[in-house]
């Protein structure tokens, strides 16, 4: 499944969703790190909700209709991420998938597991359940090896 973060497009595996929701008030938690927006109690399980756009450094969060939570389900956990929009669902041919680009020690791609092209599109493959799950998130108290 694609879904959008400022100009750029993401991908994840439509298998870890759950549902995709409308932005709603979330409850504020003390000490909570920046892109941990809150929880929010959903059909009585209390789900942490995560701004992508501020885990990811994409500049400045503004809330409009268009902006969604998608609904995880990782590792017996729900987790809820805030996109500026889903896109659509799509199946990536294995040639359509290339290797993630090298950067600096500065950049932590361990989550990114490639780049899919469709058309003139580039869409960054995201591995959530390696990124939710990772300590740096704080959602968990271990990670899965």
Known sequence: ????LGDEEYAIDILTVQEIRGYDTVTKIANAPDFIKG?????GTIVP???MR?????????????TVVIVLNIGQRVVGMV?????DVITLLPEQI??????SSALDTQYLMGLGTVDERMIILVNIERL????????TDHVPS
Do not use: C, H, W
């Open 1 to 4: 499944m694609t879904f959008t």
């Open 39 to 43: 929880v929010i109690n959903l059909r």
């Open 49 to 51: 909700i995560v701004d």
């Open 54 to 66: 501020i885990k990811f450094q994409l500049g400045t969060v503004s809330y409009d209709q268009f």
């Open 83 to 87: 996109v500026d929009g889903v896109s």
């Open 98 to 103: 290339r290797s993630a680009p090298e950067f």
């Open 132 to 139: 939710m799950m990772s300590p740096d998130m704080a959602l």
